[in-house]
């Protein structure tokens, strides 16, 4: 690395933590004095200005997407490929607006798109550009490590949002996932973990264990609590057999499981959780499932996604996937990317269905294990979360009312 890259490198990140307010759009700083906020717009600016030459060749290959011929509504940035003429962006941010989509690139220049195919499992859509052709992306192709930079770009050569690798490359679809197959017993203090209720389709109970049972043992790892269980499962993949020892009315057994894919539970957020995932920008709505993505604290906007990202050198490194909530974003390396556009997509009807199976199947086990999570519970265990949460809010308001008499003097 030369000496004008590293100068360049801590300029960047040593303005990271400044700088962050930058992605927040116009979000005032609370008692932030005039002079303040006088000096932190010009380190912004001067920010951004630094990272235009990091997004320099990623814009080239950002186009903005919107829908409608007339009044038009912007629904997301896709990431040129090809010989120009394709486009790759996110599927369910266009979908309403499939047989109406526009192009344009940060030179002006605007396209009809038509949908060539999907990339479902992926929430991905290959589009035709029609009568134009832009500047397709060049990926550069390596692992996302750990506390990488990361830039994602806008049409205009500026750039639209940043952040580092938080969480390495991994696979978000839970049916991939290995599933033992039990609910356990959560007020459970004693040593393992006692089952509250078996799933009776799954590998655990195929395997003869019964509710009431404690497991002991995950192969020669003792099993402490319901975390160790969780570190024991983890690596584990469908179709694997794992030795378990349990503990069954005071005697102990081993058994063999073949562990299970994992159901797609989907999410159960609640009003209050929604309300904390959306501080700070609206996520998008497919925010799970993916294969291949690595986590970034990117604060990018939902409608800016789709687009892609390049590290410091200025190279394409990957697409952004999903703003999944205020501290999280989802990127797709290039590897990733490139494998995928080997494989065969869907067609717009074929994904509906996919979609709509999807759905159903969400619905029925969502049908399925409500009943059994609150059983779990007690009336007394939700009036106490009742009361802790409106103490928080009396505590909150409280503060509010301080920082209002502070800022009055």
């Known amino acids: 690395m030369n000496i004008t890259h590293t ?33 932190v717009d010009g380190q912004t600016d001067a920010f951004n200005k630094a990272l235009e030459s990091v997004v320099r060749d990623a814009a080239e290959s950002t186009v903005l997407i919107w829908g409608r011929a007339n009044n038009p509504l ?19 941010q266009i979908m309403p607006y499939a047989d109406t989509l526009y192009l344009q690139g940060g030179n002006g220049q605007e396209a009809k798109a038509e949908v060539a195919g999907i990339y479902t499992e992926e929430d991905l859509a290959l589009l035709t550009v029609r009568g134009a052709a832009f500047t397709p992306a060049k990926f550069y192709e390596a692992p996302l490590t750990l506390g990488r930079f990361l830039a994602a770009s806008r049409p205009s050569g500026k750039p639209g949002a940043f952040g580092v690798v938080g969480v ?51 192969g020669d790892r003792a099993i402490s609590g319901l975390q ?87 190279r394409i490194v990957g697409i952004t996937m999903a703003r999944a909530d205020r501290t999280r974003t989802y990127i797709m390396g290039s590897s990733a990317v490139m494998e995928m556009l080997k494989g065969k997509t869907d067609t ?20 399925a294990m409500i009943p059994q999570l609150r059983a779990q519970g007690k009336p007394r265990d939700a009036q106490r979360m009742r009361r802790h949460l409106g103490d928080m809010e009396r505590l909150i308001e409280r503060m509010n009312r301080e920082m209002e008499e502070l800022g009055e003097r």
């Not at 983890?234 to 009315?249: E, H, M, N, Q, Y």
């Not at 717009?348 to 049908?367: D, F, G, N, T, Y």
Request: proline letters at 3%.
């Open 168 to 218: 390495l490359e991994r696979n978000l679809r839970e049916t991939d996932q290995a599933h033992l197959g039990i609910l356990a017993d959560q007020k459970y203090r004693g040593e393992g973990v006692r089952i509250a209720d078996v799933q009776p389709e799954y590998g655990a109970a195929a395997a003869g264990i019964q509710a009431g049972d404690v497991i002991l043992k995950i």
């Open 228 to 314: 160790e269980l969780k570190n024991a499962m983890s690596g584990k993949r469908p179709g694997d057999t794992i030795k378990i020892l349990v503990d069954s009315a005071g005697k102990e057994r081993s058994i063999d499981v073949r562990l299970s894919n994992r159901p797609v539970l989907g999410q159960f957020s609640g009003d209050r959780l929604n309300q904390m995932e959306r501080m700070g920008g609206e996520p998008n709505r497919v925010r799970s499932g993916f294969s291949r993505v690595v986590q970034s604290d990117m604060q990018i906007e939902a409608n800016r996604v789709g687009g892609p990202v390049a590290d410091l050198d200025g």
């Open 7 to 39: 100068i360049r490198c801590c300029a960047l990140l040593a303005g990271l933590a400044t700088m962050a307010s930058a992605q927040r759009g116009n979000e005032e700083v609370p008692l932030m004095r005039s002079d303040e906020k006088k000096t």
């Open 74 to 92: 912007e629904l997301a940035y896709g990431t040129v490929i090809g010989d120009g003429t394709q486009v790759l962006t996110k599927w369910s």
């Open 348 to 367: 717009v009807a074929e994904a509906m269905i996919k979609m709509e199976e999807e759905r159903q199947q969400l619905a029925e086990q969502r049908r």
